[in-house]
């Protein structure tokens, strides 16, 4: 079982390929989209993984964070995030409560920053149909784009106050409420136990 | 059910070599490199795709931390993406690279990368390939020297739905 998991999760063994499953994908097309939203999420699987690559139509020429939110609970209270980010030679600690969502899952170029350069992520989120335990999740994000304005890479964690209920729906939200734009992608994998 | 974490490939240093290369990347969504490896000297490690040793069109910013300082830096317009540094004799590293959408041929291509030279720090990179071209290959190689007898490199195919 440690194996299984640890080997999806981190890739440091042989993964039991019949644990992962894909779930769902959301590929944006023309004209983008304002979120990304998994919804009917099975029940059935221990973890979940999303592995996504986006940029943000907000205008600007660095990258802003995206969020998630579970349920579609908009309660900022409800949620809190940490990450620590490199970015250029700056390194930072960073918290975040102040949003309807889990802050800091990715960091997305945005609209003039170097053309065709996208943010990746892969976000763990952990024992999500418990309904007797906060839901946390990791991530792994960054944006590069050979310059000093997107440069950034993240290891991040978060939290839903919510023990009782299980996710079973996933929504990803750009900031100052922009839009995905197209060749964004969101897989959806479930990982058994 | 399709399988959707498929190992592609795995290659054992049975000598020192100055390079790895994995031509066969099949049809996923994703790519996971994972090796386990050790250098002829304390280097970076590096990362071409398809073979393009151009100047210029390779980018990293890295995050790391050495024991008690975290640091940042960063590396623009390279014929490589830096991965990790990679140690030598008994120092092994262990070295973890996601290539997302490494097959669309609309977007530059973007890499997630955690490295642990453990005797001496932990770090995490992203790096940026500046081509919309399809990768069909990957050659991972020492700065200088070469990887040593015993390295391992496995490459894993991620498909989504």
Known sequence: MFNVISGILDSGVAPDVGAYEAIATITVGVGGVATADFTSIPSTYKHLQIRAMGRSGEAGSSTNAIYMRFNNDTTSSNYYAHRLLGENTGVYAQSSQAISGMDFIGQWPLASSTASAFGVAIIDILDYASTSKNKTIRSLNGAEGNNTSVCDISLSSGVWFNSSTAVNRITLVPFNGSSFSQYSTFALYGIKG | ?161
């Open chain 2, 1 to 161: 059910m399709a399988s959707t974490y498929v190992p592609i490939a795995t290659t054992t240093l049975g000598s020192s070599a100055a390079s790895v290369t994995f031509n066969s990347l099949g049809s996923y969504t994703d790519i996971k490199v994972v090796y386990s490896a050790t250098a002829s000297s304390l280097v970076n490690s590096r990362l071409q795709f398809n073979g393009d040793s151009s100047s210029g069109f390779y980018s990293t910013q890295v995050l790391y931390g050495t024991g008690s300082t975290a640091a940042a830096t960063r590396q623009s317009n390279q014929n490589s993406i830096w991965v990790d540094n990679t140690d030598t004799g008994s120092n092994v590293n262990t070295t973890i690279i996601d290539v997302m959408n490494y097959s669309n041929t609309s977007t530059y291509k973007t890499c997630l990368i955690r490295g642990s030279a453990a005797s001496t720090q932990v770090d995490a990179h992203v790096g940026l390939w500046r081509n919309t071209n399809a990768i069909t290959s990957l050659t991972l190689f020492p700065s200088s020297g070469t990887y040593s007898t015993g390295s391992t490199f496995t490459v894993y195919g991620i498909k989504a739905a």
